[in-house]
């Protein structure tokens, strides 16, 4: 792996990174996963594996973006439901990482790496969009239940 065009190491790096907010989650969280949970989790080892086993990077790069678009498909109804279970900030900042990221391989990026940033921009702003609705809709509900 090299830092070159399509620079495959920061894509393993954000792979690395995660992982970790997945685990440190599952260890620190206080919610169950449930079974929605459990497929995003499945759905993203199994691309990996995919990739991996294969030794394409296209292989990789479709199987994780198909998983991350599933994820989100699956996450939408908690985060409607429940906004306060996700973090607006943090969803901002990976938006802000996915430009930049995208910024950093439009010259010299290959189709797989230009192909992931702009699918981690687009599901990561369906989730932003989702989430701010969701709240400003549950703190309207909180006003018209709390007001006299």
């Not at 594996?49 to 296209?58: D, F, Q, T, V």
């Not at 973006?65 to 943090?90: C, D, F, Y």
Request: proline share 3%; aromatic share 6%.
């Amino acid at each position: 792996m090299d830092a070159g065009d399509g620079s495959p190491l920061l894509n393993v790096a954000s792979a690395i990174g995660s992982a970790l907010i997945f685990i440190l989650a599952c260890m620190r969280g206080t919610d169950v996963l449930d079974i929605r949970d459990r497929v995003c989790g499945g759905m993203g080892l199994a691309a990996i594996a995919a990739g991996m086993l294969s030794g394409s990077n296209e292989i990789l790069v479709a199987g994780c973006i198909i998983a991350s678009a599933i994820s989100v498909l699956l996450l939408v109804p908690k985060v409607w439901e429940s906004p306060g279970r996700e973090s607006l900030r943090a969803w901002l900042l990976w938006l802000a990482g996915s430009i930049v990221y995208f910024y950093t391989q439009w010259e010299h990026g290959t189709i797989e790496s230009l192909a992931t940033a702009l699918a981690f921009i687009i599901e990561e702003t369906i989730v932003i969009t989702i989430l701010a609705i969701a709240t400003m809709r549950k703190g309207s509900l909180a006003l018209a239940t709390n007001s006299p």
